[in-house]
Every structure is written in structure tokens, then in C-alpha cells.
């Protein structure tokens, strides 16, 4: 999937002095409270994280409670979804004017009846109804199918809330496309596109690889207050 890139960052984690026993493991406790969050720092929802403590050597900061600083370098796995990306998702809701899928089993994605292509049509049928193609009835949407879709916007204020369309080419139905599309069943059996479980159903894209090395930009994960003399 394009929008899932590896990045590599370096950066200082401030920890208390009462975890001083298990530096390691209070780095990866406060990496571990930014999953799943859109975060500017990184420029994406950060999936998942390997760190490896650079230096057995820590600054110490003035105050009442000396936190001490900790070098870390990072191995990330962010969701970074752009305008123009394709994206997959599974179809939680629809209806005539609007389709809701869930991608990744975490952010949602909507898409709008101006964004499904008029060669798909709306059945009322059955439970909660089905998009139809005019063209082939065998291609059809409904809840629970894995859709394929072009990103139109990204709401990053609503944690990576996704805004698609089903009007460009080789989107649709998964299930279709991977015998109809000629590009996309070509993509599937070249082995460039990479399914997994849902708990693993992300992939290392190492060409978006990416590298942060200004501290400055991405420390100070929870960084305490400096006391002022007298307080």
C-alpha cells in the first residue's frame, strides 16, 4: 500500500529517574502512547516502532526531578496517506449517497455520491442495499467487500480521516478488479502487491524510506517543565 513508508529517526526521550532501572523499556512505553495517532512530527499515524538505545550515556536536565535524556534510534512504520494514493479498504456502511470503508482495521474512509463513478448504481436490496455496475453486474459494492479507491483529501485534525473516490481508473471492487483490471491482476501476480493479516496487513514500502535526523524536530516526547528557583 502507498501510503505505508518506513522511516528511521533519531531522537531523545526524557525519562523519569524511577525508570532509570529499565531504560529500554520506559523509551518504548512512551514511543508506545503515540500508536495509532497522527503526529506532525513524523508526518503520519505511526503503526508501529523498534527502538535501540544509542549510548549508555544520558544527559541530565536541572530541576527539582533530574529527567535524564536518552539517545534513541527509531525504526518506524507510519500511515502517511497523500492525494492521488490508492488505498484498500473494507466497506462498513453504505448507502445511496455515500460508501464508509475502514482501512488498515483503523481509519475510515468516506466517499460521497459525487465520488462513485456513474457507471455504478444503487440497489436497495437486502441488507442495507448495493452499488451495481451498469456495465457488469458481477461488479458490485456492498458491505463487507474490499474496495479499492483513489485519496481526494486527508483530515488530519480527525487522525488521518480519509475522503476518497471511485471515479479513477483500476478502483472498485477487489474481488473484481483481480479479474477484470489487466494492471491490477498484473500488480497481483508480478508479486508487487502484498496482502497480510490484518495485525501484519501492512506493507514496508522501502522506497518511500525515509530518514529524520533533526532532534530537535521529533524529541521531546514527553518532556517535563524545568522548575524555576523558588517553585
Known amino acids: 500500500m502507498e501510503a505505508v513508508?518506513?522511516?528511521?529517526?533519531?531522537?531523545?526521550?526524557y525519562v523519569h529517574p524511577s525508570n532509570a532501572a529499565d531504560v529500554?523499556?520506559?523509551?518504548?512505553?512512551?514511543?508506545?502512547?503515540?500508536?495509532?495517532?497522527?503526529?506532525?512530527?513524523?508526518?503520519?499515524?505511526?503503526?508501529?516502532h523498534e527502538v535501540e538505545v544509542e549510548s549508555n550515556k544520558a544527559?541530565?536536565?536541572?530541576?527539582?526531578?533530574?529527567?535524564?535524556?536518552?539517545?534513541?534510534?527509531?525504526?518506524?512504520l507510519l500511515?502517511?496517506?497523500q492525494p492521488g494514493m490508492i488505498l484498500e479498504g473494507k466497506?462498513?456502511?453504505?448507502?445511496?449517497?455515500?460508501?464508509h470503508a475502514i482501512v488498515l482495521g483503523v481509519f475510515s474512509a468516506a466517499i460521497i455520491s459525487d465520488d462513485i463513478s456513474e457507471t455504478f448504481k444503487f440497489k436497495r436490496r437486502g441488507?442495507?442495499?448495493?452499488?451495481?455496475?451498469?456495465?457488469?453486474?458481477?461488479?458490485e459494492i456492498r458491505k463487507g467487500s474490499m474496495?479499492?479507491?483513489?485519496?481526494?483529501?486527508?483530515?488530519?485534525?480527525?487522525?488521518?480521516?480519509?475522503?476518497?473516490?471511485?471515479?479513477?481508473?483500476?478502483?472498485?471492487?477487489?474481488l473484481w478488479l483481480s479479474v477484470h483490471d489487466a494492471e491490477y491482476a498484473s500488480e497481483i501476480n508480478s508479486g508487487k502487491r502484498k496482502s497480510r493479516d490484518i495485525s501484519v496487513k501492512i506493507e514496508q514500502d522501502v522506497r518511500n524510506?525515509?530518514?529524520?535526523?533533526?532532534?530537535?524536530?521529533?524529541?521531546?516526547?514527553?518532556?517535563?517543565?524545568?522548575?524555576?528557583?523558588g517553585e
Open 24 to 48: 529500554r523499556r520506559a523509551v518504548t512505553r512512551q514511543l508506545s502512547t503515540l500508536l495509532f495517532t497522527y503526529e506532525d512530527r513524523f508526518d503520519g499515524v505511526l503503526l508501529a
Open 59 to 76: 544527559k541530565i536536565m536541572d530541576g527539582l526531578v533530574p529527567y535524564f535524556g536518552v539517545p534513541v534510534h527509531a525504526s518506524m
Open 209 to 229: 524510506h525515509t530518514t529524520v535526523n533533526n532532534e530537535d524536530a521529533v524529541i521531546n516526547l514527553e518532556r517535563p517543565r524545568k522548575h524555576r528557583k
Open 91 to 99: 466497506v462498513e456502511m453504505l448507502g445511496k449517497g455515500s460508501i
Open 127 to 139: 441488507h442495507g442495499g448495493k452499488f451495481v455496475s451498469k456495465s457488469d453486474k458481477r461488479h
Open 5 to 13: 513508508r518506513q522511516a528511521e529517526a533519531k531522537l531523545t526521550v
Open 79 to 81: 500511515f502517511s496517506p
Open 147 to 174: 474496495i479499492r479507491f483513489s485519496v481526494k483529501r486527508v483530515d488530519t485534525e480527525m487522525n488521518c480521516h480519509i475522503t476518497g473516490s471511485l471515479v479513477p481508473p483500476h478502483t472498485g471492487s477487489m
